[in-house]
């Protein structure tokens, strides 16, 4: 499979994966979706522009002020391989430069099982969450949110509402990774996965601080691979930012890099920017 065909099934993907976890939607005319929810959800974001073809000004007109009505700073996430009219526009609309994501990729097939890159810790073992339990949905979301953040953070209420959308949403699978040791069995990782036909996007990874360093993030990254070789996925994705300990995790596991896409985004008096 070449770059431009994963990047399309990529940028699609989460075009619409975004989308159907948000409350309003804007659909581009010469492709690509924009999602709209709460100010500073993480789900104000338009993807898949210019994967199928040369992006009208007026389009990009559009969505800014689509998105600025509701006080919310417009952003863009742009794959290197869309038409250059997207960016064209965008620096002609004053858009600026917010971020940058790698996007890396590893093809599957159902005769290989994917194994963590350092020997399986037997301590470790991984669960499917209950979609219908919403005990187990909040304690992966909670884990999702807080295991790379300060430890006094307490995430805000409608993030975990937020969370349960990722969560439920039919083609999300979601883990929780346990680890046994002399005090009991702690839950302790996050990762969830979202098969869409051929291709799966693994994300959310997540690691309480004392429990890192010990194999969980390998051992969620090849329970999710399997899962989606048994479901016949061709390919996999996972975003990170450059240099981050999820791409040196997932490279030491068979990724390699397919792009760098950029977040674009124009900011105004009172508009609030997505998180994260």
Not at 74 to 83: H, Q, V, Y
Not at 201 to 207: A, D, E, K, V
Request: with cysteine; aromatic share 6%.
């Amino acid at each position: 499979m070449d770059i431009l065909e994963i990047a399309r099934l990529e940028e699609t993907r989460l075009a619409i994966g975004v989308s159907e976890i948000s409350d309003h939607v804007l659909p581009i005319k010469s492709g690509g979706l924009a999602s709209r929810a709460l100010p500073g959800w993480w789900n104000n974001t338009a993807a898949g522009l210019g994967m199928s073809g040369p992006v009208a000004r007026e389009e990009i007109e559009e969505l800014a002020k689509w998105y600025e009505d509701a006080g919310i700073e417009p952003r863009i996430e742009g794959c290197p391989l869309a038409d250059p009219s997207l960016f064209k526009h965008c620096e002609d609309l004053n858009f600026r430069v917010r971020g940058f994501d790698n996007v890396l990729f590893r093809e599957l097939s159902k005769s290989e099982r994917a194994t963590p890159a350092q020997p399986p810790d037997p301590s470790i073992t991984c669960r499917i969450v209950d979609k219908n339990d919403d005990a187990e949905v909040r304690k992966y979301s909670r884990l999702s949110m807080t295991g790379f953040s300060p430890p006094d953070f307490v995430p805000p209420e409608t993030d975990f509402e937020l969370w349960a959308r990722v969560v439920k949403h039919p083609r999300t699978v979601s883990f929780i990774a346990s680890i046994r040791d002399a005090t009991g069995v702690h839950d302790a990782a996050a990762g969830a996965i979202e098969v869409h036909e051929q291709i799966a996007c693994l994300f959310g990874l997540s690691t309480l601080a004392p429990f890192r360093k010990r194999g969980l993030q390998q051992s969620l990254i090849a329970a999710r691979l399997n899962l989606a070789a048994e479901r016949g996925v061709r390919v996999a994705t996972i975003g990170s930012r450059p240099g981050a300990g999820t791409e040196r995790n997932v490279r030491r596991m068979g990724f390699q890099t397919a792009y760098t896409k950029v977040f674009l985004t124009r900011a105004g008096p009172n508009l609030v920017p997505a998180r994260g």
